[in-house]
């Protein structure tokens, strides 16, 4: 089935790096993405890999991808309080034409401790 | 540069009253757009989508049914809402390729 994992929670402290773990179904999905979504808010992209990749680096993001596995994680270094937020992950799966669908995982609660 | 809006912000309505929310994309043209809910327990379920004027798609049975009208207007509507239509509504869109998701502030629905 179209299922996409995450681990619910993960607390961190002031300074650390954080590693949110996902995993997807779909070995023919072209790209994966990490959305961030803060309290009350929309969901905002944060880095998307394309599955030729291993590897993606954006600033204090790393987003890791092992294709054999199926695993996709995203590391942030130096963590912030403002880094609080719900981090979910998504896989597309295309159906053909020009549409594809966005799975997403449940989302991870992130939580930052000063 | 592309934004997209939604409106409104938060909305409580009473069961069986009808429901219109307000989805517009700027800076760009002949978007694909879609519309999520985002229930307790922070899943995103896919509503609907639209590849173009008068073109929708619908991915689960509802009570809730989906217009666009305009190239960059997409409306999600229901004749009458219930308890389990409460949640956090997100609107998004994405070139016509369908890649990348750009997601609206999304409205909070809360049905009584």
């Known amino acids: 089935g179209e299922d996409v994992e995450q681990s619910l929670f993960l607390s961190v402290r002031e300074g650390d790096s954080s590693v949110i773990n996902c995993t997807y179904t779909d070995s023919s999905s072209t790209y994966l993405y990490w959305y961030k979504q803060e309290p009350g808010a929309g969901l905002q992209l944060l880095t998307y890999?394309?599955?030729?990749?291993d590897m993606k680096q954006d600033q204090r993001l790393t987003v890791l991808l092992n294709k054999k596995d199926k695993h996709l994680s995203l590391r942030i270094a130096d963590t912030q309080t403002g880094d609080s937020a719900i981090y979910f992950c998504?896989?597309?799966?295309?159906?053909?034409?020009?549409?594809?669908?966005?799975?997403f995982g449940k989302g991870t609660k992130l939580s930052v401790k000063p | 540069s592309q934004t997209i809006h939604q409106w409104p912000a938060t909305l409580v309505q009473p069961v069986g009253s009808p429901l219109s929310l307000e989805c517009t994309v700027e800076g760009t043209s002949n978007p694909n757009l879609y519309w999520y809910r985002q229930a307790a327990g922070r899943g995103l379920q896919l509503l609907f989508y639209s590849v173009g004027i008068g073109q929708i798609s619908s991915e689960v049975p509802q009570n809730l049914s989906a217009s666009r009208p305009q190239d960059r207007q997409f409306i999600l509507s229901s004749k009458k809402l219930l308890l389990s239509d409460s949640g956090f509504y997100l609107c998004?869109?994405?070139?016509?390729?369908?890649?990348?998701?750009?997601f609206g502030p999304g409205t909070r629905l809360l049905v009584l």
């Open positions: 890999i394309f599955s030729n990749m």
């Open positions: 998504a896989e597309i799966m295309n159906y053909g034409g020009s549409q594809g669908n966005l799975i």
């Open positions: 998004a869109w994405s070139y016509g390729g369908g890649e990348t998701q750009y």
